[in-house]
């Protein structure tokens, strides 16, 4: 898709936006505003084919070429899909909590206006630190992705006994239910549940998050951004456990495979427009003010 003038892409779960009616009402409100938009839906299904056809929907990869600004309405998970279908472009993202937590997401639907200052230029570029992960079997590579919260690896309904190193140096070895490599955009996410440390997320750090780890010693670790991390298991026997990259499908992980984490080169810029700081947003979204 070739255009002369950029355009906003607005990417909606159909899920949380029912009908795209927030979505369709941003897209109004741009256009009075002289911005041409395109509706590219996150985790769209066949049975919305009539109503994507009538929205004229186009695919994320076609539709943030020349694009000037990404806006997604849902949850974490609505943002998380779409910054890394566009992970190459580095176009500035901004979220529409329509989910739960929204920690990704500045605004919510009755601040639509500031979407539309948005599309003007005026917000704060913000740089998230992204990691990439890649898993080896027998020393080939089967498979890397890119996050911008988390690689978790972890058991169902059994322990694993856990080795994790920086540059090929020990760093903890435990028995648990696994383990969360996490960047300082994730660390509201799993990382905290599994008694991480709250990072501000624009720190350049890797994150590692024992979970439910067996040993009183095993701790959390706030590591160097140039730490190239490895994970390996051990004695799991029939035992199997599973990875996940920022929430994604779940990947079979056995004794002998390697995990290897480090900060990738690519980053996601977010358009910051609300006068929030991360200690506002953290109060608000995960306790109160005494």
């Excluded at 041409?36 to 056809?53: A, F, G, T, V």
């Excluded at 990691?131 to 690896?153: M, Q």
């Excluded at 648990?176 to 490599?181: F, K, L, N, S, T």
Aim: net charge neutral; glycine share 8%.
């Amino acid at each position: 898709m070739s255009h002369d003038k950029k355009h906003i892409v607005l990417c909606p779960n159909p899920k949380r936006d029912k009908d795209f009616s927030i979505t369709l009402k941003a897209r109004e409100m741009l256009k009075d505003s002289g911005f041409e938009s395109i509706i590219s839906p996150i985790y769209s299904h066949s049975r919305d084919e009539q109503l994507l056809k009538s929205i004229n929907a186009v695919p994320l990869a076609q539709a943030v070429e020349n694009a000037a600004l990404i806006v997604c309405f849902g949850g974490d998970g609505t943002f998380l899909k779409a910054a890394r279908g566009a992970i190459k472009e580095g176009i500035p993202m901004l979220g529409v909590n329509m989910g739960h937590k929204g920690f990704m997401a500045e605004l919510e639907p009755n601040e639509l206006e500031l979407i539309v200052k948005a599309a003007s230029g005026e917000y704060t570029r913000v740089e998230r630190m992204m990691i990439d992960v890649s898993l080896y079997r027998g020393g080939e590579l089967i498979y890397e992705d890119t996050a911008l919260n988390d690689a978790v690896l972890r058991a169902t309904a059994t322990t694993l006994k856990l080795c994790a190193c920086g540059d090929g140096s020990r760093i903890t070895e435990y028995r648990g239910d696994g383990v969360v490599i996490a960047t300082p955009t994730g660390s509201t996410a799993y990382s905290l549940s599994a008694g991480g440390s709250l990072v501000e997320p624009t720190a350049e750090n890797i994150l590692l998050t024992p979970i439910c780890a067996h040993l009183i010693t095993a701790r959390p670790f706030v590591l160097a951004p140039d730490r190239v991390i490895t994970i390996t298991t051990k004695d799991s026997g029939s035992k199997q456990a599973w990875l996940s990259v920022d929430g994604g499908a779940l990947i079979p992980f056995y004794d002998g495979d390697k995990l290897s984490i480090k900060r990738s080169r690519y980053k996601t810029v977010m358009a910051s427009v609300a006068e929030k700081s991360f200690y506002d947003i953290a109060f608000e979204k995960l306790g109160e003010r005494l």
